[in-house]
């Protein structure tokens, strides 16, 4: 009987107790984790492919906003440099991530009254993450704005970040490949980026694709890169392998067509077009027979009513015959007039003369 | 003794060519120096003007006319066909130097003969690519046009799309270096003649001389 009554008291002592003693001697909540421990579980997690964003990369944020200690702030704007670089080999996800969800911190570090250094480490910051041109405005305007002791080191970071919000690379974020995170194809590529010491990006997807570096074109495909991303003067990777790749002569003939069938297999479209209005077979005109027969198996046509200058003219002017001889067994035409105005004179070669009159030959069916 | 007997058999073969190629331009500049150095004179020369012995390094003096440097470099040591790093064959581009007006007259073609003294090759291979006669047919004057032909250079090239040396200099309306190429056997096909004249019937010269390069 009187055990009972204890047992049942009890509860209602602790009721009645606890805000007294709350209000005392506030319990011991664990302790929070140091900056140091935060940075490190992060970068584990994102080196092992396992980061998820909200338990891994939230907290540095939070941290970042809530701290006015000076190394705290300078430690975790270098570790999110690290995980978020645009063209680093970390998961798409974590870039993404930190794209998004950083660039409010940042600002209101820059805004704050913080050190000097890391005002300005956080601004250009956001260049390095590759943020979304509206929160460059954000940026750009609120350091020119800016009064404070540090105005001259601030507005110069303005200034950076305005003459590259004009010059930046575009298209240069692969799309994140799973919500889940991290698939293992994605995993196994990264890590041989990052033994490679190669970038993830775009304009890297293009180098590999121009120096026929068929691994590392695959890994950046696999890494989710765009395998139609626009490049320079509106190119593309498969522009970049069969244009200045083969301009070049940087790789023998068995690694350029293994590249192209790499790019053609991930889903690079061989009828885009650049800025000139170039085909992929205009740009191809330098390259090996092999190849053109491979991007005309694939799909390039011979014939664009749009184009200015058709591969046909592009081969005759390159004196490539071989192209052109495909590439009228394939259907290319062209009418007496233009083969006039592109010819200054005739060859005087019987087969070539002969491959002229096909060129202008009405085109069965 | 020998040495002498050369340097002296040297001078007066050189004398006796020089007038010859002095008479042939219409206004008788001097005949620009062509310089020569030792291996040990061009090793000291790259190294106080601290060049490579590169053949990137010829592109610059040689659109300059620079010919002491482009001599230094090629006597040091750097072949003058290498290829690497260079955008044009080196003969190619002493000829495209003409264009530059503001080289002194006569500044390409002392390049050009320096280039010719250690080796440069005067044809190419490559069937698209421009000779350096063709360019010399767009923007130098008759006298390298001259000097390339007599070093072998081939007249009767032609582009992937037809266009000769010879048409080249009318297209282009050089026609002292359309006279040189004519003087030397160069010929016109009825068809070029024909797009050639086309517009170009008031101009007496050019008129007269596709008229004389008609024909065989």
Excluded at chain 1, 85 to 93: E, G, I, L, M, V
Excluded at chain 2, 49 to 69: H, K, R, Y
Excluded at chain 2, 92 to 114: D, H, Q
Aim: proline letters at 7%; aromatic letters at 2%.
């Amino acid at each position: 009987m009187s055990m009972i009554r204890c047992i049942a008291l009890v509860p209602v002592l602790g009721l009645l107790a606890a805000p007294a003693v709350e209000a005392a001697r506030p319990p011991k909540a664990p302790p929070p984790p140091s900056t140091e421990s935060l940075i490190h579980q992060a970068k584990v997690a994102v080196r092992d492919g396992t980061a998820e964003p909200e338990r891994d990369l939230a907290p540095m944020l939070e941290r970042l906003r809530t701290t006015s200690v000076e190394s705290d702030q300078r430690d975790l704007i270098y570790a999110i440099e690290e995980l978020g670089r645009h063209d680093s080999a970390n998961p798409a996800s974590v870039k993404a991530y930190l794209r998004e969800a950083a660039p409010p911190v940042l600002l209101a570090v820059a805004r704050s009254k913080s050190d000097g250094l890391v005002r300005c480490n956080a601004l250009m910051l956001l260049r390095t993450l590759n943020v979304k041109p509206e929160v460059l405005d954000e940026a750009i305007a609120l350091a020119a704005a800016d009064t404070s002791a540090d105005k001259q080191a601030i507005q110069f970071r303005g200034r950076l970040l305005a003459g590259w919000k004009t010059n930046q690379p575009r298209n240069d974020e692969p799309p994140v490949s799973s919500a889940t995170g991290t698939t293992a194809k994605e995993k196994a590529a990264l890590d041989f980026l990052r033994r490679q010491h190669e970038n993830v990006s775009s304009d890297n997807l293009g180098q590999a694709a121009m120096n026929a570096d068929t691994e590392v074109v695959a890994a950046l495909l696999d890494a989710g890169m765009d395998p139609n991303a626009t490049l320079v003067a509106g190119m593309h990777p498969l522009s970049y392998a069969v244009g200045a790749g083969c301009a070049m002569e940087r790789a023998n003939l068995a690694a350029r067509l293994a590249t192209i069938d790499v790019l053609i297999q991930h889903g690079a479209d061989v009828t885009l077009k650049d800025n000139g209005g170039a085909t992929i077979l205009v740009s191809a005109v330098n390259c090996p027979l092999p190849v053109i027969e491979k991007l005309l198996a694939a799909g390039a046509k011979v014939k664009d009513s749009e184009d200015r200058f058709s591969p046909l003219e592009m081969a005759f002017a390159n004196g490539r015959w071989d192209i052109a001889t495909l590439l009228v067994a394939k259907g290319a035409r062209l009418s007496k007039k233009s083969i006039d105005k592109l010819f200054f004179e005739k060859p005087t070669d019987p087969d070539k003369l002969a491959l002229i009159r096909r060129a202008t030959a009405a085109n069965k069916k | 003794m020998r040495t002498i007997a050369f340097t002296l058999l040297a001078t007066t073969a050189m004398f006796t060519i020089a007038p010859a190629l002095r008479a042939a331009p219409p206004a008788a500049e001097p005949a620009p120096k062509i310089p020569h150095m030792s291996r040990p004179e061009a090793t000291a020369y790259v190294e106080r003007e601290q060049l490579a012995i590169e053949p990137s390094n010829l592109v610059s003096p040689i659109l300059s006319g620079d010919a002491e440097t482009v001599e230094a470099l090629l006597s040091a040591g750097v072949d003058a066909n290498d290829l690497t790093d260079m955008p044009k064959p080196a003969l190619r581009l002493a000829a495209s130097a003409c264009a530059n007006k503001e080289l002194k007259p006569g500044a390409a073609l002392t390049v050009i003969e320096v280039l010719l003294a250690h080796g440069a090759k005067v044809n190419e291979s490559a069937p698209s690519e421009l000779s350096a006669l063709m360019v010399a047919a767009q923007h130098c004057p008759a006298p390298v046009v001259r000097r390339l032909l007599q070093a072998g250079a081939d007249i009767k090239f032609k582009t992937s799309l037809g266009i000769s040396t010879l048409s080249m200099a009318f297209i282009t309306g050089n026609l002292d270096a359309a006279e040189a190429l004519i003087d030397a056997g160069a010929r016109l096909s009825p068809e070029a003649a024909g797009k050639l004249l086309k517009d170009h019937q008031d101009d007496k010269r050019r008129v007269a001389l596709v008229n004389k390069a008609r024909g065989k």
